[in-house]
């Protein structure tokens, strides 16, 4: 299949997920409450309402948003041409939001339909499947402004991008299988999806710094 095919494919399916969220909030509107459950603490409790307007179209609309935001960074990025080489790995990475956010919002109807579930839990399989596609595309991706681990050290080489985008890809993907693994371990998931979360989001940026001294050397 032609990279232009997969393209089209790719966001035609991003632009049918957001018009049925649409779908979905003007369908369930008049029968959801006239305040919504819209956030939930660690524990997956209640511990926040909107009116049912935003309850049913914020997520929609924060999607579209983030969406035009992603389509954009491919055009303004001064390293544009970079984009362009893991553009099939960025544009299945959008897709992978939008189905995530979309996941999170079905979650959120069904709650205030008088579901009842552990919002957190509910969350958790979701949010690991993210993390390893995040990893695979944190391996594949070349130096550029927008997308991947920018720090100082990894935008000024090649060779550090590299060396940190690999590193950072393993451990997304070690994240995203512990988080998994932490659908079993009850009140503390959180806790550690928070840790794992932090891990790979951070020692990639120490990584990159000392990186960088040891290609000055």
Not at 85 to 101: A, N, P, Q, S, T
Request: charged share 15%.
């Amino acid at each position: 299949m032609k990279i232009s095919k997969r393209f089209t494919y790719i966001h035609a399916a991003i632009v049918a997920i957001i018009l049925m969220s649409f779908a979905l909030g003007i369908y369930y509107y008049p029968q959801m409450s006239a305040k919504m459950a819209s956030h939930w603490n660690a524990a997956g409790e209640v511990d926040g309402y909107m009116t049912k307007f935003w309850g049913l179209f914020l997520m929609p609309i924060i999607t579209v948003v983030m969406y035009l935001m992603f389509l954009m960074i491919p055009k303004i990025d001064p390293l544009k041409k970079n984009i362009a080489k893991f553009r099939i790995w960025f544009d299945w990475f959008v897709l992978m939001i939008i189905i995530f956010f979309f996941y999170i919002y079905i979650l959120s109807l069904l709650f205030n339909l008088g579901h009842t579930f552990n919002m957190t839990y509910a969350m958790l399989p979701a949010l690991g499947v993210l993390f390893i596609f995040i990893g695979q595309m944190l391996e594949h991706a070349e130096r550029n402004w927008f997308i991947g681990i920018r720090t100082p050290w990894t935008l000024s080489s090649d060779t550090v991008w590299k060396k940190t985008h690999m590193l950072g890809g393993k451990l997304f993907k070690a994240a995203g299988v512990l988080i998994f693994l932490t659908i079993a371990l009850g009140k503390f998931a959180f806790w550690i999806v928070i840790f794992a979360a932090l891990w790979a989001g951070l020692y990639p940026v120490v990584y990159s710094y000392f990186e960088y001294q040891k290609l000055k050397k």
